[in-house]
């Protein structure tokens, strides 16, 4: 991959201002991580990551043009196109121009990011603020109440589990250890900005 982390970053940062895009950003590269290296993808690890950092670069500057604006700003990195189809696709089905994700790195990107902002929001619900200590039957709860992080499309994540042939325990499951595992660096790096 011919991209550095930090000039991933730094294109984030140039299109996104607001702390919750950025930590969303973040939360969702350290999820990508979690699963490059938890499904045999570790010589990956770095571009899932990527993949998982830059999901909604268009997002906040562009909301009409969500996924449709994305190659132009990742060409400003000379963004490859597997990694500018990774982006693209985790809006299939919601922005009319976003492909099918097709390899297994673009269906774990459509299911996590609807699911880590599900996630966040039962996490800052709990006693604790925190995923460290949040079990998969609290999350269906949530996950049931339609009206609790109303954003949060359940449709899309069931959709995701069902494209990587996982139920959808199985998905919130790991998707919560995915989370346990970058939150304290999520965390520090937002204190630092």
């Given at each position: 991959m011919n991209i550095t982390r930090d000039a991933a970053w730094e294109l984030l940062k140039k299109y996104n201002k607001e702390a919750f895009h950025l930590q969303h950003g973040?939360?969702?590269?350290?999820?990508?991580?979690?699963?490059?290296d938890s499904l045999g993808y570790q010589e990956d690890a770095d571009f899932w990551a990527i993949a998982g950092l830059l999901?909604?670069?268009?997002f906040e500057a562009y909301p009409e043009e969500h996924c449709t604006k994305a190659?132009?700003?990742?060409?400003?990195?000379?963004?490859?196109e597997p990694l500018i189809h990774a982006v693209c696709s985790h809006g299939w089905g919601m922005t009319p121009t976003s492909a099918k994700p097709?390899?297994?790195?673009?269906?774990?990107?459509?299911?996590?990011?609807?699911?880590s902002g599900l996630i966040g929001a039962a996490a800052r619900m709990r006693p604790s603020k925190s995923v460290s200590d949040m079990e998969v039957s609290s999350l269906k709860k949530k996950f049931k109440d339609k009206k609790f992080a109303a954003g949060c499309s359940r449709d899309?994540?069931?959709?995701?589990?069902?494209?990587?042939?996982?139920d959808l325990d199985a998905l919130l499951e790991k998707t919560i250890l995915a989370m346990r595992?970058?939150?304290?660096s999520v965390n520090q790096a937002m204190e630092q900005l």
């Amino acid at each position: 991959m011919n991209i550095t982390r930090d000039a991933a970053w730094e294109l984030l940062k140039k299109y996104n201002k607001e702390a919750f895009h950025l930590q969303h950003g973040l939360t969702v590269e350290g999820i990508m991580k979690w699963y490059a290296d938890s499904l045999g993808y570790q010589e990956d690890a770095d571009f899932w990551a990527i993949a998982g950092l830059l999901h909604d670069v268009d997002f906040e500057a562009y909301p009409e043009e969500h996924c449709t604006k994305a190659p132009e700003l990742l060409a400003e990195i000379q963004a490859e196109e597997p990694l500018i189809h990774a982006v693209c696709s985790h809006g299939w089905g919601m922005t009319p121009t976003s492909a099918k994700p097709e390899h297994e790195m673009e269906k774990v990107l459509f299911a996590v990011d609807e699911l880590s902002g599900l996630i966040g929001a039962a996490a800052r619900m709990r006693p604790s603020k925190s995923v460290s200590d949040m079990e998969v039957s609290s999350l269906k709860k949530k996950f049931k109440d339609k009206k609790f992080a109303a954003g949060c499309s359940r449709d899309v994540i069931c959709q995701g589990a069902e494209l990587l042939g996982w139920d959808l325990d199985a998905l919130l499951e790991k998707t919560i250890l995915a989370m346990r595992s970058c939150e304290a660096s999520v965390n520090q790096a937002m204190e630092q900005l």
